[in-house]
């Protein structure tokens, strides 16, 4: 059974930091590419971060580069995805999905993603 469970969302002020995890079971997911997206309310589901499978290469939304880091853990039978977040600010609200995929490096569209998590809330305060 293939899981993708995220967590580490919570509540904090403006400034403040948090790691969000994603726990990838049921499926070799160190050959996979994943990343996370994340959805305001009101909007679409936006591209965040992504990161290779073998974590060489990542790439980063504009509107959080030099704010975030995307990494991994291949060492376990279940893969963990992290998203660390830093100097947070109130329109980094949202649900953060994490999602993997086999067929496209790097991928920026939710399109190419073939398993998703069911999401954690991120909400920043000012």
């Known amino acids: 059974q293939v899981q993708l469970v995220e967590s580490g969302g919570g509540l904090v002020q403006a400034g403040a930091s948090l790691r969000l995890s994603c726990a990838a079971s049921?499926?070799?997911?160190?050959?996979?590419?994943m990343g996370w997206f994340r959805q305001a309310p009101g909007k679409e589901r936006e591209f965040v971060a992504a990161?290779?499978?073998?974590?060489?290469?990542?790439?980063?939304a504009d509107s959080v580069k030099g704010r975030f880091t995307i990494s991994r853990d291949n060492t376990k039978n279940t893969v963990y995805l992290y998203l660390q977040m830093n100097s947070l600010e109130p329109e980094d609200t949202a649900v953060y999905y994490c999602?993997?995929?086999?067929?496209?490096?790097?991928?920026?569209?939710?399109?190419?993603?073939?398993?998703w998590g069911q999401g954690t809330q991120v909400t920043v305060s000012s």
């Open positions: 049921g499926r070799t997911f160190s050959s996979y590419d």
């Open positions: 990161i290779r499978w073998s974590g060489s290469s990542t790439s980063y």
């Open positions: 999602a993997a995929t086999t067929r496209y490096p790097l991928a920026t569209r939710q399109t190419h993603y073939d398993y």
